[in-house]
């Protein structure tokens, strides 16, 4: 079956433009994480989504960063006013489990650039 | 707080062995392990849960040691599709994000 996808997977962005970030997960997974990966570096967590609940947000850098997930399936991550530090990739991650010890399925990633 | 991975880098030939290690300052429940190649996704190698369970390939082997909060993989006969760099991510208890490691980057060489 299909595994984790993400688009854009390459975005530019101008400093100051509003930027969304889509994943869609694997069918039926219930968990759902957003990280983001500086270059040369582990990912680092944003958010994490059981079903359509976030239940943790305490990775998200700062109030410009807002992300959904309305029906349970897709989510989308949304970057406000975007500054140059917010050059990344942002990877979406998705787990049959509900708690965190499961098995994660990694997308590509979107990597986005702020000029 | 971030996990210390070591070594940081490491070439092997073909057939050779490596250890890597994954170290915390702090108490943990489990400790993840993935392998990302350049430009792809991370892809899962294995779960060590306090108390002992594993879950994860046949092919890999890791320890867990909780007393001194510290995971080691092993790599044994290595192939040049082990090259990538490798991730733990640590999970300080149960239902608590993971944090990742800075990585370990492995090369394999003909």
């Known amino acids: 079956g299909a595994g984790v996808s993400q688009s854009p997977r390459y975005k530019v962005a101008k400093r100051g433009q509003d930027v969304a970030l889509r994943c869609d997960p694997i069918?039926?997974?219930?968990?759902l994480f957003w990280y983001q990966q500086a270059l040369g570096q582990g990912p680092e967590f944003l958010t994490y989504?059981?079903?359509?609940?976030?239940?943790?947000k305490s990775g998200l850098p700062s109030d410009r960063f807002f992300a959904e997930r309305p029906e349970g399936s897709v989510s989308t991550l949304k970057i406000q006013r975007t500054q140059q530090e917010d050059s990344a990739v942002y990877l979406c991650a998705s787990s049959l489990e509900t708690i965190w010890d499961g098995e994660q399925y990694f997308g590509p990633g979107t990597r986005l650039t702020v000029t | 707080q971030q996990p210390v991975q070591s070594p940081q880098a490491v070439i092997l030939r073909e057939g050779e062995d490596a250890v890597i290690n994954c170290s915390s300052s702090?108490?943990?429940?489990?400790v993840h392990w993935y392998r990302q190649k350049h430009g792809e996704a991370p892809v899962f190698l294995m779960i060590?849960?306090?108390?002992?369970e594993q879950k994860g390939h046949d092919k890999i082997s890791a320890s867990f040691n909780e007393k001194k909060q510290q995971s080691s993989l092993y790599l044994t006969a290595s192939q040049l599709s082990y090259s990538g760099t490798y991730f733990c991510g640590t999970e300080g208890n149960a239902g608590n994000m993971l944090t990742f490691g800075g990585g370990t980057r492995l090369m394999v060489k003909p």
């Open positions: 989504f059981q079903n359509e609940a976030q239940l943790d």
């Open positions: 702090k108490a943990l429940y489990s």
């Open positions: 069918s039926g997974h219930v968990s």
């Open positions: 060590l849960l306090k108390g002992g």
